[in-house]
Each structure stands twice: as C-alpha cells, then as structure tokens.
C-alpha cells in the first residue's frame, strides 16, 4: 500500500465521518423540531411544550421515545373534533322530542304523550298552531298563551288534583276535630 493511497483512504474516511456526523446532528435537531409541533399539536401548556422538546432534544432518539410514550393521546384537533361529536350526538337526542314524563321518543305534531299521557303540546287559541306547554306567547301569530290556555289534558288528570288536595290537607287536624265536635253533637240527642 503506497503512503498515497493510505492518504487517500484517510481522506474518504474523515469525509464518510463528517457526512455521518452532520446528517445525526441534523436528525437530533429534527427530531427535536418533531416534538416541538407534535406537542404544540396537543397541549396548550408552554412547560409541557418546554418538557417535551428538551427531552427530545437532549436525549435525541431516546428521548423521543419517551416522550412519544408520554404524550397526550388525543391532538387539540382531535379533541375538539369529539367535543361537536358529542355536542351533535345530544342535538340529535334533543331532536327526538323526548317526552318530560317517561322519556320516549314522540313526534312533533303529537298533543300528548300516548304512554303516559303527559300532555306536550296545545292549539294555540288564536291561530291554532301546536305551541309548547310552557311557552307564554305564540311564536306564530304572536298571541299571549299565559291567560288564553287552559289545560286541556285527559279529564282523569285535572279533577284529581283538585279532589284529593283539600282532602289531604284537612285530614291530619279537621277530620279529628269534626269527628269530635259530631261525638258532641250527636252525643246530647240521644240523651
Ligand atoms: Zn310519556
Ligand atoms: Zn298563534
């Protein structure tokens, strides 16, 4: 081997080691580069964002590692990808027009639940548009339904409020005074 040819050989081999040098140094920084947007990607929280990058920075392919392994699972996108999901999905529970009583579907043109009969919907008195029960004015023809609307559910609902009320209310005191007071009353005829 001619003392030329080993120079040149020398010669290769250094250019081969700095190539190789250089191409892990501009790896390390991609690498480093690499976390930075993908945690920017995901959090919002500059120390997680400083954390993540000095990991990768420091300990070059290790670190990524790691820190891919530590990452948040779900990108800020993602994230609020799944927030309208949801918000879509309960729109559309919303939709079905649940009935408030027992939590079936119903229809929108529906007076009344038919399995519960909990009432839904009244003729409004001016324009004779189905309006919600709660609502105090028409939205179509712009009438007050406060005063206008009378419950009109299935006649069983109504009277029996009325009914059993005062009965409940007077039986505990009044019912013990009047059983008392007709003791009384009745008790001086016979005698
Ligand atoms: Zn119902
Ligand atoms: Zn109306």
Do not use: H
């Given at each position: 081997m001619s003392p030329e040819l080993a120079n040149r050989i020398g010669v290769i081999v250094e250019i081969v080691i700095?190539?190789?040098?250089?191409f892990t140094v501009?790896?390390?920084?991609?690498?480093?580069?690499?976390?930075?947007?993908?945690?920017?990607?995901?959090t919002r929280d500059p120390l997680a964002i400083l954390l993540g990058t000095l990991l990768?920075?420091?300990?070059?392919?290790?670190?990524?590692?790691?820190?891919?392994?530590?990452?948040?699972?779900?990108?800020?996108?993602?994230?609020?990808?799944?927030?309208?999901e949801e918000e879509a999905l309960l729109r559309e529970i919303e939709?079905?027009?649940?009935?408030?009583?027992?939590?079936?579907p119903t229809k929108e043109d529906w007076r009344l639940c038919p399995y519960c009969h909990t009432p839904l919907r009244e003729a409004c008195p001016s324009c004779g548009r189905l309006v919600d029960l709660n609502w105090t004015r028409c939205p179509y023809c712009t009438a007050h339904l406060e005063q206008t609307l009378e419950p009109t559910s299935p006649?069983?609902?109504?009277?029996?409020?009325?009914?059993k009320p005062p009965a409940a209310v007077e039986s505990p005191l009044s019912d013990v005074t009047t059983y008392a007071e007709e003791q009384e009353e009745q008790a001086p005829i016979p005698r």
């Open positions: 700095t190539l190789l040098a250089a501009a790896f390390w920084f991609a690498l480093a580069v690499w976390t930075f947007r993908d945690i920017r990607a995901r990768s920075l420091a300990f070059g392919p290790v670190g990524t590692l790691l820190y891919m392994l530590l990452r948040p699972k779900e990108t800020l996108a993602e994230q609020y990808d799944r927030a309208l939709e079905l027009n649940l009935c408030p009583g027992c939590r079936r006649e069983e609902e109504t009277p029996a409020p009325d009914t």
